[in-house]
């Protein structure tokens, strides 16, 4: 089993910045790929940042690239989304999400976090 923790949410005025982080334990996960989603009130939830397992930054959502960055520390055992001139639309639950399959991991991940909420003042 995985489990994963974020932290790091909180609010922010626009502009600001934030960083979230997603610590693991359980099962190794060396080998999965890591992923952020969002989840705004009355919408669906939306793939945000993948990271491969070897580190290899996937793909992000368009709203984000050029401000948001994912990453993950040399043990793989946390993953990061830096949140850079954040904007009031990014105001969501923020989910960190786990899964042996890059593919499956931007559509429907094995594993989730609780999630974090992200708020963001005008």
């Known amino acids: 089993q995985v489990q994963l923790v974020e932290s790091g949410g909180g609010l922010v005025q626009a502009g600001g910045s934030l960083r979230l982080s997603c610590a693991t334990s359980?099962?190794?996960?060396?080998?999965?790929?890591m992923g952020w989603f969002r989840q705004a009130p009355g919408k669906e939830r939306e793939f945000v940042a993948g990271?491969?397992?070897?580190?290899?930054?996937?793909d992000y959502t368009d709203s984000v690239k050029g401000r948001f960055t994912i990453s993950r520390d040399n043990a793989k055992t946390t993953t990061y989304l830096q949140m850079n001139s954040l904007k009031p639309e990014d105001t969501a639950v923020y989910y960190c999400?786990?899964?042996?399959?890059?593919?499956?991991?931007?559509?429907?991940?094995?594993?989730w976090g609780q999630g974090t909420q992200v708020t963001v003042s005008s």
């Open positions: 990271l491969s397992w070897t580190g290899a930054q996937l």
């Open positions: 359980g099962r190794t996960i060396s080998n999965y790929a």
């Open positions: 999400a786990a899964d042996t399959s890059n593919r499956r991991l931007r559509t429907s991940p094995n594993y």
